[in-house]
């Protein structure tokens, strides 16, 4: 059984650089692609990029700038950094798996960080 | 990439059927069978219910299942049970390799 844990600070000051880890416990790391979603107060989801174990990524072009993921393989771990916050990156961030190699629907979730940016 | 668009709430009576809407492009939706739903209780990740356009992955109700036409995509909640009050959202795969959502809906059991 997948599980996902993620880190990282929950309140950040605008342009500061949002930071968070997600830990991968059980099954193989090097099989999947590894997103990172985003959910706002009251808000849907959306999807803000992938890493594989290599350190090929695909983002959200609407973030792309300003995203940057990385992965430690010897750790099983990926990591999300968003630069230059502003409120309107405050949202609940998950970290997740897609349910199969080269599936595009995500199974497990980690738990989600909630993020607040605010001065 | 713009999100996928849901209506924000549906509502139905104990044992009814009710149905989703999402509706995407030909550049999302319309072009691959790649696409999810998920459900959301308040305060918790999402949980998948629906992947590749109506399939169920192990231990999700068969009360739940998918279609889709051209660009729209639909999910229905069949026998509709007090449980299934959450917030649902579906995804699709796009023709630039990446992902998208939709708005969201609200479902609210009377």
């Known amino acids: 059984q997948v599980q996902l844990q993620q880190w990282g600070a929950g309140l950040l000051k605008p342009s500061e650089t949002l930071s968070l880890t997600c830990a991968v416990y059980g099954g193989s790391f090097s099989d999947y692609f590894w997103s990172w979603i985003r959910q706002p107060p009251g808000k849907g989801l959306e999807w803000i990029g992938e890493i594989g174990h290599s350190g090929v990524a695909n983002y959200n072009p609407s973030l792309k700038s300003r995203v940057t993921l990385s992965v430690d393989t010897s750790k099983s771990h990926f990591t999300l950094k968003l630069s230059s916050v502003t409120a309107a990156d405050t949202a609940v961030y998950y970290c997740?798996?897609?349910?199969?190699?080269?599936?595009?629907?995500?199974?497990?979730w980690g738990q989600g960080t909630l993020v607040t940016v605010s001065s | 990439q713009s999100a996928l668009t849901q209506p924000a709430s549906v509502s139905g009576s104990p044992g009814q059927s009710i149905t989703i809407s999402c509706t995407g492009t030909?550049?999302?939706?319309?072009?691959?069978?790649?696409v999810s739903w998920y459900q959301q209780h308040p305060g918790k990740a999402p949980t998948l219910i629906i992947y590749?356009?109506?399939n169920r992955p192990s231990g999700v109700s068969n009360r739940f299942s998918g279609s889709k036409s051209g660009n729209t995509a639909s999910l229905t909640i069949s026998g509709l049970q007090a449980e299934d009050e959450a917030d649902y959202c579906c995804?699709?795969?796009?023709?630039?390799?990446?992902?998208?959502f939709g708005t969201g809906t609200k479902v609210t059991v009377l």
């Open positions: 030909s550049s999302d939706v319309g072009a691959y069978n790649y």
């Open positions: 997740a798996r897609p349910r199969g190699p080269g599936a595009t629907a995500f199974d497990p």
């Open positions: 995804s699709s795969y796009t023709d630039s390799s990446t992902l998208v």
């Open positions: 590749n356009v109506n």
